[in-house]
């Protein structure tokens, strides 16, 4: 008979390590931009040697997972490599109306998701957060419009409330393109009369669905939304600038 087992080989303690912090970031409780303990703190942690933990953070780092910065220690990398979205973000940073156009039918179809899946999975302790949120665009609403930074943190609290860090890492991914966008899209908004109540309630009535765990009703609250942004997208494109 013909022998076709393989010897077993033990892993090594350092492929243990990488195993277990590859674990982390694909649960979501390690994510883009994220700080890996020291090396000390981690061989600690995990009752190994120095070395090991050091050979175990050169293999992420092949593999992409991680980069270590210079004097700064060793951090989470995003899914998208830096060169790929290096030329986009200079893009947006001019305001280009065709890449912010392309960013929001990129929020359409992760948003839309990620609050589909909070109705099914948010706590109520983030469902409480979003209402804060919604609380504090109304107050800022009455001296004429939210800060960006509020908006972002409502979408991106809907994406934690989907708890599917995919979901997190890809929205971490284009982060800083994503706030450019609520950032031009509520400057044009607040020039019109009538839109910083209409967005306010769209807010409010995505939080309100997925209160209600009503998935279908938080999708489609959220896909009414950003069809309003991407109108004005569509706007700006025609008038050919911001």
Same mark, same amino acid.
């Given at each position: ?18 195993? @277990?912090?590859?674990?982390? +970031?694909?649960?979501?409780? $390690? ?15 995990? !009752? ?12 992420? %780092? ?8 210079? !004097?700064? !220690? ?30 929001? %039918? ?10 589909? $899946? ?7 302790? %983030? ?12 107050? #800022? ?24 860090? /995919? @979901? ?5 991914? +284009?982060?800083? $393109? ?7 899209? $509520? ?5 019109? %009369?009538?839109?910083?109540?209409? /967005? /306010?309630? #769209? ?32 706007? /700006?494109?025609?008038?050919? !600038?911001?």
């Amino acid at each position: 008979m013909t022998t076709v087992f393989k010897p077993i080989r033990p892993k090594k303690i350092s492929e243990e390590i990488v195993g @277990q912090i590859k674990e982390l +970031i694909a649960k979501g409780e $390690l994510t883009p931009g994220d700080r890996i303990p020291s090396e000390r703190d981690l061989a600690a942690a995990l !009752g190994v040697s120095r070395p090991s933990v050091r050979e175990a953070l050169m293999a992420l %780092e092949m593999m992409g997972f991680v980069e270590a910065r210079h !004097g700064g !220690g060793t951090f989470v990398r995003s899914l998208a490599d830096n060169t790929m979205a290096d030329p986009l973000a200079a893009l947006v940073k001019e305001k280009s109306p065709r890449v912010l156009h392309a960013l929001v %039918e990129v929020r359409m179809g992760l948003e839309s998701w990620s609050a589909y $899946l909070a109705a099914k999975n948010a706590t109520e302790q %983030e469902i409480a957060t979003l209402r804060d949120l919604c609380r504090a665009m109304e107050e #800022q609403a009455a001296d004429g419009g939210w800060d960006a930074d509020i908006d972002a943190r409502f979408h991106v609290t809907i994406t934690e409330a989907s708890h599917n860090a /995919l @979901q997190m890492h890809m929205l971490n991914t +284009i982060y800083s $393109l994503f706030l450019t966008s609520i950032n031009v899209a $509520l400057t044009e908004f607040y020039r019109k %009369e009538g839109y910083t109540e209409l /967005l /306010l309630d #769209q807010h409010k009535a995505i939080v309100d669905a997925i209160a209600e765990r009503d998935p279908q009703g938080s999708r489609d609250a959220m896909m009414a939304h950003l069809q309003l942004v991407e109108a004005k997208m569509v706007e /700006l494109l025609k008038q050919g !600038g911001v």
